[in-house]
């Protein structure tokens, strides 16, 4: 009966947490999204602090009345945040008032101030990263079922819940990244929900999340209690077959759809009314998001599913891999994307990275894929992951990215008709034995380009004689700079045509 009783109790303040929460996060949405910072975050602050007072009555826990003290200086600051126009003093005034409410989060019940040491100070800025287990917490108990074990209706509930932010978040990615998918989309839920609509609701989830997890964590009587939530947090069957079927069923859609149109031809394309290049060169950093939220979200999945049952490793262990499938689809369909800019303006840093960057997701999945079939310790699949990273930064020092960046561009200039000399010049000096070839070029265009941008980089050199600086790569360029140092002279008053005219309509 007791037991009963402190269940529905727990369920209370866990709707109380939640419902303010709620408030504070549609409230978010109308001061904030669109809106420049003013007295809105004045009044904001105000509301947090009075929303967490009014808990502590509701629950019936006393705060620490001492480090209430700490609202003096917040008020202090965030009215500043309207009182001042400074762009940098708003963000310090901003950054000073979430630090305080960060340290009002730790201290309502816990530790007070005075026995804080310094790194407890350092410590509150990682705070927010503890609210993730009490949020879990406080909709565990939420919908959790104090009467009957069969009653499936609260893990529908919870499933249905946790799967609905992150599809709406897939959606927007995959909206972002791709036109027809977003023509598709836009159809479909042709009311009056637009994009924006969908992302206002998706800050109201976000924010709401957040002071959930935030109140939650004050709220929670003891320490301890809250070094057990890992163990109390589990994920049900029913709950991983919503999230993951629905999140299944999304990817295979966008899939059909880049099987069609990226891969299927010019013609499917036109056919809805964009050209090959307006549809085919976006999106690829949106689809790099949705495999990293979609590691992410089958790491933690496999780590809070719920243990010892058969049939749930069963049913987890097809639909992750069915997901993990679909992302290397998804990431397929990115390179294509990336290699479509390349061929197109050329490779740059970023790009190359990029490319790099998928194929240690790629090799990360295989390695998740191996820990869910073959059951793999966390501490297992952890160390091959800091290997992997390892063998990847390893890599990249052997492909030496810059070099391989200025070949690559010198090499595509003849298919493309155009070269970057700019861009090659400033890249670092691993790219010297490549880019002064373009010295020898043809195209006197580029050639002039290129060596008066070359002269004047290596004026601004400092030239260093102390062997603590010695460096390879540099010692190998200056010797190839020294040996076409007179061919580089004849260029230093060369101005490239861009240059000229920028002159000529500043004078």
Not at 83 to 94: H, K
Not at 173 to 183: G, P, R, V, W, Y
Not at 219 to 244: A, D, M, R
Not at 374 to 385: A, G, I, M, P
Request: net charge positive; glycine share 2%; aromatic share 12%.
């Amino acid at each position: 009966m007791e037991k009963q009783k402190n269940g529905k109790n727990e369920k209370f303040q866990s709707l109380i947490i939640l419902i303010a929460s709620l408030t504070l996060g549609i409230i978010f949405n109308y001061f904030f999204v669109d809106q420049p910072v003013g007295i809105s975050f004045f009044l904001y602050t105000l509301l947090i602090l009075t929303i967490l007072i009014i808990l502590s009555k509701t629950l019936g826990k006393n705060l620490n009345k001492k480090d209430l003290i700490l609202s003096i200086p917040l008020i202090f600051f965030s009215a500043m945040v309207f009182v001042r126009s400074s762009t940098l003093l708003i963000f310090l005034n901003i950054v000073t008032s979430l630090f305080i409410l960060l340290l009002i989060a730790k201290t309502s019940f816990q530790k007070p101030l005075k026995k804080f040491l310094a790194s407890d100070y350092v410590k509150t800025i990682f705070l927010p990263f503890k609210f993730i287990l009490p949020l879990g917490q406080t909709i565990s108990k939420l919908f959790s079922s104090s009467t009957s074990k069969k009653n499936n209706l609260p893990q529908i509930i919870r499933g249905i819940l946790i799967t609905i932010p992150i599809l709406a978040i897939f959606l927007l990615l995959f909206s972002s990244a791709d036109l027809i998918f977003e023509k598709y989309i836009s159809e479909i839920i042709n009311i009056h929900i637009t994009q924006e609509t969908i992302a206002r609701i998706l800050v109201i989830l976000v924010v709401t999340l957040i002071f959930t997890g935030a109140y939650s964590y004050i709220f929670t009587k003891e320490k301890e209690e809250q070094n057990k939530i890992s163990k109390e947090i589990s994920l049900g069957h029913i709950e991983l077959s919503i999230l993951l079927s629905s999140i299944n069923i999304l990817f295979l859609i966008f899939i059909i759809i880049q099987l069609t149109y990226l891969f299927g031809g010019e013609q499917n394309i036109s056919s809805q009314g964009f050209t090959y290049s307006q549809y085919a060169r976006r999106g690829f950093f949106e689809l790099i998001a949705v495999a990293v939220i979609s590691f992410l979200l089958i790491f933690f999945t496999d780590k809070y599913k719920e243990k010892n049952q058969t049939e749930h490793k069963k049913i987890f262990k097809y639909l992750s891999s069915i997901l993990i499938i679909q992302v290397m689809i998804i990431m397929y369909s990115a390179i294509v994307r990336l290699s479509l800019y390349e061929q197109a303006y050329g490779l740059t840093t970023l790009r190359m990275y990029s490319h790099a960057f998928i194929f240690l997701l790629v090799i990360i999945f295989c390695l998740l894929l191996y820990k869910i079939h073959k059951q793999t310790t966390e501490e297992t699949f952890s160390l091959q992951l800091f290997i992997s990273v390892l063998l990847f930064l390893a890599s990249m020092n052997i492909i030496n990215p810059d070099a391989f960046i200025a070949n690559y561009n010198i090499k595509n200039a003849e298919a493309i008709n155009k070269l970057d000399t700019d861009y090659i010049c400033y890249l670092s000096d691993d790219a010297i034995p490549y880019s002064i070839k373009i010295l020898d070029s043809q195209d006197e265009v580029n050639k002039r380009n290129f060596a008066s941008c070359l002269y004047q980089k290596t004026l601004k050199r400092k030239r260093t004689s102390n062997w603590q600086s010695y460096n390879i790569s540099h010692s190998k360029a200056q010797k190839l700079l020294d040996e076409r140092k007179q061919e580089l002279e004849k260029y230093k008053d060369y101005l490239p045509l861009q240059k000229m005219e920028i002159t000529t309509k500043e004078e």
